[in-house]
């Protein structure tokens, strides 16, 4: 059991070896989000890098919304 918040008044059962996300401090640490990637903090709530597949797809995916982001913020006053 993981118990962050001490809210289980018998520790016996509870597990404090549990690594927890920088970002999400009451989360566990996805085992993929470990540090290595740039601006890698721990925060995937949902699970969407659950594998080492997803987690690259997901990381191109934001490089590339990032890209039209920045786009289209200098397309905007030209517009």
Not at 36 to 45: A, H, M, T, V
Not at 53 to 64: C, D, G
Request: charged residues 20%; neutral net charge; without cysteine.
């Amino acid at each position: 059991i993981f118990d962050p918040l001490r809210l289980y008044s018998d520790q016996s059962q509870v597990s404090g070896k549990v690594e927890t996300s920088a970002a999400l401090p009451f989360l566990p640490r996805p085992a993929l989000l470990d540090g290595s990637l740039p601006g890698d903090r721990g925060f995937d709530p949902f699970n969407f890098a659950s594998d080492a597949n997803s987690l690259q797809w997901q990381r191109k995916a934001e490089l590339k919304h990032a890209r039209l982001a920045m786009l289209a913020a200098v397309g905007w006053p030209i517009a």
